[in-house]
């Protein structure tokens, strides 16, 4: 049973505007939630982090968004770049611990 | 320049041969990570390490065997017991200090097995 789930296999934006990436989870425990970016062949690099004390965390072109109640999270990347194409995860963990759960990961797609 | 590798890029294997996948980290973490990610997955967790001489089995350890005699090392074992090894294997590590939970990945490697 999938506890992190990216519906979306795939999203196809236009160069500069806005790339809107979804996430949902069922483990109400989950307290913390990353998102990852990953080019083929390459591990997955940290892009940006949300405690679950908080519904917002800004880091430039990037900004998560966390709804608890929904147990929704969602990553804006604007504006989009081409470089920005790649997968993204995003993977969640409850009470500090070691196992991060990661979803099935979305393919972005950003076209100029 | 501190960082994680991983060695081979791509591995190959016959069916029934064990196979050793390496991970070295000099960024002094303290946890280390395995993970698989097979094509259009995420990733799944195989095994991880808290300190040396301890590790711990994650979701789909069956077929696997790791060791941590160092810091800096964790090496993989990839079984003939591991019924379908193709895959992509990705080593991790993390600072378990302080309230950062990012861990951090290697490069990868891309094992078949034929």
């Known amino acids: 049973d999938q506890q992190v789930k990216q519906n979306s296999p795939s999203l196809s934006v236009q160069e500069g505007r806005i790339s809107i990436l979804n996430c949902d989870y069922t483990?109400?425990?989950?307290?913390?939630f990353l998102w990852y970016k990953k080019y083929p062949a390459e591990g997955p690099t940290f892009l940006i982090s949300?405690?679950?004390?908080?519904d917002k965390n800004e880091d430039g072109r990037f900004t998560v968004f966390l709804n608890k109640s929904a147990k929704h999270l969602s990553l804006h990347i604007v504006p989009s770049q081409p470089g920005d194409s790649a997968v993204y995860f995003c993977?969640?963990?409850?009470?500090?611990?070691?196992?991060?759960?990661f979803g099935g990961g979305t393919r972005l797609m950003v076209k100029p | 320049d501190g960082g994680i590798t991983q060695s081979p890029k791509y591995l190959f294997r016959k069916e029934g041969q064990n196979v050793t996948l390496s991970c070295e980290q000099n960024?002094?973490?303290?946890?280390m990570y395995w993970y698989r990610q097979d094509p259009g997955q995420g990733l799944r967790l195989i095994y991880y390490?808290?300190?040396?001489?301890?590790?711990q089995k994650g979701d789909i350890a069956e077929g696997y065997s790791v060791s941590r005699e160092k810091k800096e090392s964790f090496p993989l074992t990839v079984t003939s017991a591991q019924k379908n090894p193709t895959a992509f294997y990705l080593c991790?590590?993390?600072?378990?200090?302080?309230?950062?939970?990012?861990?951090?990945f290697g490069p990868g490697t891309r094992l078949t097995v034929t």
């Open positions: 991790a590590s993390r600072y378990s200090g302080g309230g950062d939970y990012e861990q951090y």
């Open positions: 949300i405690s679950s004390i908080k």
């Open positions: 390490s808290q300190i040396v001489n301890d590790f």
């Open positions: 483990n109400s425990m989950f307290d913390y």
């Open positions: 960024l002094n973490h303290d946890a």
């Open positions: 993977a969640a963990l409850f009470n500090a611990g070691n196992m991060l759960t």
